[in-house]
């Protein structure tokens, strides 16, 4: 392929992906309100479900002694196979939930452009991630290196906007270094990411850095594409970042690149332009 050749290419699957998010955004006109109220029955009464389950459990306890052998043994294997269904139902159905709420927040309406201090909006996103992981992974901890330049100036910006993909990225280093501590047999393996804000040639600069188990070609090739995972079922949606993509390099007009190395790390750069 010629380089003429491989730019089409991406230009193609550019815009192959921004056709599907905007096919999000018009399938968030109404029908995504009415999936999450159905969905939210299915969510609510599995785990009410598999209390049931828990008083069952509770009473067959109770004349337990009374049963013979066979028949203990036959309710006990029936009710754990329905506590795995009710919580398979509940997973899949906090499943598509996410996606919803993923759809919705990406095509709600009323954005404003808002002169915004970058520094204070990574900080207080960066932390949330973390804190997040934190909150499922209690015995897990990762450095934050954070570096911000003080003549970054005020940046006119869509907050939200902007703080959702930060969010993003920051929540996909943190389950890059989460899976590499767990994978790596390297005892010495100090989990890290480090977070830059800095000017350079008139632009800004937002770098997260992370030394997680990094990116293999096939995966990034698809990086941008919308449900494009990775992740186990129930773990990713796979919209994070073509919606990512498409807040910095659709509404600000800055772009959004990545550089990894296998097992090493990967770089997410986010620039923006100053106007
Ligand atoms: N820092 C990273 N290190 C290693 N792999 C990454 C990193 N960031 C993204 N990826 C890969 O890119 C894939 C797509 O990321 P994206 O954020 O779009 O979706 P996701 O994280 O899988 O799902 P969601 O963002 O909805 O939770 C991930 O599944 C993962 O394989
Ligand atoms: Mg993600």
Request: net charge negative; proline share 4%.
């Amino acid at each position: 392929m010629n380089d003429l050749e491989k730019k089409l290419a991406d230009l193609e699957l550019q815009l192959s992906n921004q056709e599907k998010l905007a096919a999000l955004g018009m399938l968030s006109a109404g029908i995504v309100h009415e999936i999450q109220n159905p969905l939210n029955f299915v969510i609510n009464f599995s785990k009410l479900s598999q209390k049931l389950l828990k008083d069952i459990e509770d009473v067959l306890s109770e004349v337990n002694n009374s049963l013979p052998n066979d028949s203990k043994e036959e309710l006990d294997d029936i009710l754990s196979d329905l506590k795995d269904n009710m919580s398979r139902i509940e997973e899949n159905g906090n499943r598509v939930s996410s996606i919803v709420k993923g759809i919705l927040l990406y095509s709600r309406g009323n954005e404003e452009f808002t002169p915004t201090n970058l520094k204070d909006l990574v900080h207080e996103y960066i932390w949330l991630s973390y804190h997040a992981l934190r909150a499922n992974n209690k015995n897990f901890n990762v450095s934050i290196q954070e570096n911000y330049e003080e003549c970054v100036p005020l940046l006119n910006i869509i907050p939200q906007d902007v703080s959702r993909a930060v969010l993003n990225i920051m929540n996909n280093a943190c389950y890059a270094v989460l899976c590499k501590a767990r994978e790596t047999s390297d005892t010495s393996y100090a989990p890290t990411i480090k977070i830059d804000v800095k000017k350079e040639d008139g632009k800004v600069k937002l770098i997260f850095e992370d030394n997680g188990i990094g990116i293999p070609d096939e995966v990034c090739k698809n990086l941008f594409t919308p449900f494009f995972t990775t992740k186990p079922i129930g773990k990713g949606t796979g919209l994070g970042l073509s919606i990512s993509k498409s807040i910095i390099e659709g509404k600000h007009r800055g772009t959004l690149e990545v550089e990894t190395k296998v097992n090493e790390y990967t770089r997410f750069t986010i620039t923006l332009p100053i106007t």
